[in-house]
């Protein structure tokens, strides 16, 4: 366990510009992963009452 940390310290945080560029990558892609999961999961707890669902809102009627 004591070298795994003595890795990353060794690579993350021995130097302060790798640590903040870690730590703003780590959280903008996390918040990107978060947003995507919560998408999804709302989508498939709402499906049949979403306006895109509904088959008469938002077409234009087909000319035949």
């Given at each position: 366990?004591?070298?795994?940390?003595?890795?990353?310290?060794?690579?993350?945080?021995?130097?302060?510009?790798?640590?903040?560029?870690?730590?703003?990558?780590g959280a903008f892609?996390?918040?990107?992963?978060?947003?995507?999961?919560?998408?999804k999961l709302w989508e498939?707890?709402?499906?049949?009452?979403?306006?895109?669902?509904?088959?008469?809102?938002?077409?234009?009627?087909?000319?035949?």
């Amino acid at each position: 366990m004591g070298s795994a940390l003595d890795g990353f310290y060794r690579l993350i945080m021995r130097r302060n510009s790798v640590y903040v560029s870690f730590i703003i990558a780590g959280a903008f892609f996390g918040e990107r992963a978060v947003d995507y999961g919560v998408h999804k999961l709302w989508e498939s707890k709402n499906v049949g009452k979403r306006y895109e669902d509904i088959s008469v809102l938002g077409q234009r009627p087909i000319e035949e």
